[in-house]
C-alpha cells in the first residue's frame, strides 16, 4: 500500500501530468471454456500500441478472491488502503450529487427496484428507470416523515437515490437491506452493534412506508438501501501526492469519492466523447486527472458481452485524442472486473498497463488480461499504483542517501 507519510517526505512539485483513465468494471471472463474475455475480443490497437510501448500487469483491488465494492476499488487506485479508509455508499452518492452532509447526518444509497406479489425481488434496478422518473418518485418519497430527523431524498441517475437522514444520536454500522440477487426479499436494517439499533429502526420505518408508497408505481415498486454512513475524514491527496487533481466522470458516486480525497470535480457530458472533450479544455489547469467510463461496468452487470466489447472500442478509438495532449503518463485500467458472465463485480485482477517515457517495455504484446499477466509489473495490488505514476512522472525524490 502507499505510504503515505513516505510519499509526502518524496513527493516534488513539478510540470509533469498524469492521466488515469478508469474503465470500471473492466476485466472480463470468457463466455466459453478457452473463448476470450471482453477486453480480448474487443479491436484496441490504441490501447495495444500503449501496452506495448508501456509495462502492464494486473491489479489487485483489495486482497486476492475478494471482491470489491466500487467506493473501496477507488480509493485504492488512488493510494489508499480500503481497509482502513471506508466510505459508504450513502456518503459517495450524497457527496458525488453536490449534498452537504453535515456531522448529525447518516446516507444511504437507495436503489428503486421490482418485487412481485410475493414481495420477491425480480429486478434489482428497476429496469434502470429514466432519471426523470427517479426525480419523481423521490418526490414521492419526501413525504415520508419520521420522529425526530429531519429525512431528505435526493434522486442520483437512473434507478439511484440518496436517502440522508438527520438527527442527534444517528449512527451507522447498519447492514445493507438489498440481498444482491433476484428471488429474494429485501432485507430488514439489521444494527451491526447496540447503540446502531435506533437508527435501525429509522431506517426500517421508513422502508415500510416507502414500500406502500411506491406500491402502484411498477416497475420501481419498492426500494433497498446500501453504503449506511457517515462521512469520514481523509488525507487529501493534493497534500500527500503534491498535485492539483482533477476528476472527471458522469456517475455521482464516482464524483463523489473523487471529491472525498480532495479531486476538483469538472462538468462535463454524459458521453464519453464528452469526457475527453473536458480533458483537453482543462488539461493546462491541473497535474492529475481521474478520467471515468462508466458503461463497460453496468454492459457487464446487465450481462451484455457484446455491448461492453463495443464500449472498450468506443474509448480506444478515443486514445489518440488523450495522446494529442502529450500526457507525460497515462495509466489504463479498472476499478475491478465485472464479467458478463457472472453479471457482477468478481475478484479476478484487473488489466493494468502504465506508459511513459520512463516506463520501459516488457513482454506484453497487447492489452488483454492474458497479455498483462505477462507484464513487468505482474500482480500488484492497486495501492501501489499512485507511486508507480509518480515516479514515473519524476514527481518522487530518492529515498535515503
Not at 122 to 137: M, S
Not at 214 to 229: C, E, K, S
Not at 261 to 271: F, R
Not at 380 to 392: D, G, H, Q, S, Y
Request: aromatic share 6%; proline share 7%.
Amino acid at each position: 500500500m502507499s505510504n503515505f507519510d513516505l510519499i509526502k517526505e518524496l513527493a516534488l512539485q513539478e510540470q509533469t501530468k498524469i492521466v488515469m483513465l478508469v474503465m470500471d468494471g473492466l476485466g472480463g471472463l470468457p463466455l466459453t471454456a478457452g473463448g476470450k474475455t471482453e477486453l480480448e475480443t474487443a479491436h484496441t490497437p490504441h490501447l495495444d500500441r500503449l501496452a506495448q510501448e508501456g509495462i502492464c500487469g494486473l491489479s489487485i483491488p483489495i486482497a486476492r478472491g475478494i471482491t470489491p465494492g466500487s467506493g473501496p476499488a477507488h480509493l485504492a487506485l488512488f493510494g489508499y488502503d480500503p481497509l482502513r479508509y471506508e466510505i459508504g455508499r450513502g456518503v459517495l452518492e450524497a457527496v458525488g450529487i453536490g449534498f452537504e452532509l453535515g456531522p448529525e447526518d447518516v446516507a444511504a444509497r437507495g436503489n428503486f427496484c421490482t418485487i412481485d406479489q410475493n414481495g420477491l425481488i425480480t429486478d434489482r434496478r428497476a429496469g434502470r428507470i429514466p432519471t426523470e422518473e427517479c426525480a419523481k418518485l423521490c418526490e414521492l418519497l419526501q413525504t415520508i416523515q419520521l420522529p425526530d430527523v429531519q429525512v431528505f431524498v435526493r434522486p442520483v441517475k437512473e434507478h439511484r437515490f440518496v436517502l440522508v437522514l438527520r438527527g442527534k444520536g444517528l449512527t451507522d454500522g447498519i447492514a445493507d437491506t438489498d440481498p444482491q440477487q433476484v428471488g429474494l426479499s429485501p432485507l430488514p436494517a439489521v444494527a451491526d452493534r447496540p447503540e446502531a439499533q435506533p437508527t435501525a429502526d429509522l431506517f426500517n420505518t421508513w422502508l415500510a412506508r416507502a414500500r406502500e408508497v411506491l406500491a402502484d408505481h411498477h416497475p420501481a415498486n419498492m426500494a433497498t438501501l446500501r453504503g449506511i454512513a457517515k462521512t469520514p475524514a481523509l488525507p487529501q491527496m493534493g497534500e500527500v501526492f503534491k498535485l492539483r487533481c482533477g476528476a472527471i466522470a458522469t456517475y455521482p458516486m464516482y464524483r463523489g469519492v473523487a471529491k472525498l480525497v480532495g479531486m476538483e470535480l469538472l462538468p462535463t457530458g454524459d458521453t464519453v466523447a464528452s469526457e475527453f472533450d473536458t480533458l483537453r479544455e482543462h488539461f493546462s489547469n491541473y497535474d492529475f486527472f481521474y478520467l471515468h467510463v462508466k458503461k463497460t461496468d453496468s454492459y457487464g452487470e446487465d450481462g451484455n458481452f457484446d455491448a461492453k466489447v463495443h464500449m472498450i472500442e468506443e474509448v480506444d478509438a478515443l486514445i489518440p485524442r488523450l495522446m494529442e495532449l502529450r500526457p507525460d503518463v497515462v495509466a489504463v485500467t479498472g476499478d475491478h472486473s465485472t464479467p458478463a458472465l457472472l453479471r457482477s463485480h468478481s475478484w479476478h485482477p484487473v488489466p493494468t498497463l502504465v506508459w511513459s517515457a520512463h516506463a520501459g517495455a516488457d513482454a506484453a504484446t497487447a492489452f488483454s488480461e492474458t497479455e498483462c499477466a505477462r507484464g513487468a509489473l505482474g500482480h500488484f495490488p492497486a495501492t501501489e499504483l499512485m507511486p508507480v505514476l509518480m515516479a514515473n512522472a519524476l514527481r518522487l525524490a530518492k529515498f535515503g542517501a
